[in-house]
């Protein structure tokens, strides 16, 4: 069975930041203009990328232990 030309097929991706630091928050960001920038120049594609944002708290390690 073909899938219909206009499904879009998410895939999730764990993104793990501590967001109470500026470098946090910049990189959060930059990934989100980055995904928006993409899509825009690519409209025709149909994966889409979704972001599972977790905050570490500034345990990195075990914020995403926590996730696995």
């Known amino acids: 069975m073909a899938m219909a030309e206009n499904t879009k097929i998410s895939v999730k991706v764990g993104?793990?930041?501590d967001l109470?630091?500026?470098?946090?928050?910049?990189g959060l960001s930059c990934i989100s203009m980055a995904l928006s920038d993409f899509y825009a120049s690519h409209r025709h594609?149909?994966?889409?990328?979704?972001l599972r944002i977790r905050d570490s708290k500034s345990d990195v390690v075990?914020?995403?232990a926590a996730e696995v």
């Open 15 to 17: 993104v793990v930041l």
């Open 62 to 64: 075990g914020a995403a």
């Open 45 to 50: 594609y149909n994966t889409r990328i979704l």
């Open 20 to 26: 109470d630091t500026w470098g946090g928050k910049m």
